[in-house]
Nanobody, 121 residues
Framework: QVQLVQSGGGLVQAGGSLRLSCAAS??????MGWFRQAPGKEREFVGA???????VYADSVKGRFTASRDNTKNTAYLQMNSLKPEDTAVYYC?????????????????WGQGTQVTVSS
């Protein structure tokens, strides 16, 4: 496993932007995923990025969120634009067991500590 430390997040008005970071304790060639969990709801897939920058997103964030990674810094990012109140949740980064990204959280073996994102209307 690898240790993942998240940063970023916070409170923003609707239409605003935030960027989340996820720093890994060592180099990883596996895909990195992003998930979120709102109060009273199950954790849901947000997006994922492979080592060669292939990305996949949930329909709810497509066109607004962008996953990226800097392999020289062992860090993944989630740029969130045009935020909506329904984006409010705790966001988690995770490392996939495989090179490809997947929307199923069972395929991820290391998780960040989570960071709160709150979007006010």
């Amino acid at each position: 496993q690898v240790q993942l430390v998240q940063s970023g997040g916070g409170l923003v008005q609707a239409g605003g932007s935030l960027r989340l970071s996820c720093a890994a304790s060592r180099r990883t060639f596996n895909a990195m995923g992003w998930f979120r969990q709102a109060p009273g709801k199950e954790r849901e897939f947000v997006g994922a990025i492979t080592r060669d920058d292939t990305t996949v997103y949930a329909d709810s964030v497509k066109g607004r969120f962008t996953a990226s990674r800097d392999n020289t810094k062992n860090t993944a990012y989630l740029q969130m634009n045009s935020l909506k109140p329904e984006d409010t949740a705790v966001y988690y980064c995770a490392r996939s067991r495989a090179l490809s990204g997947d929307s199923d959280s069972r395929y991820y073996d290391s998780w960040g500590q989570g960071t709160q994102v709150t979007v006010s209307s």
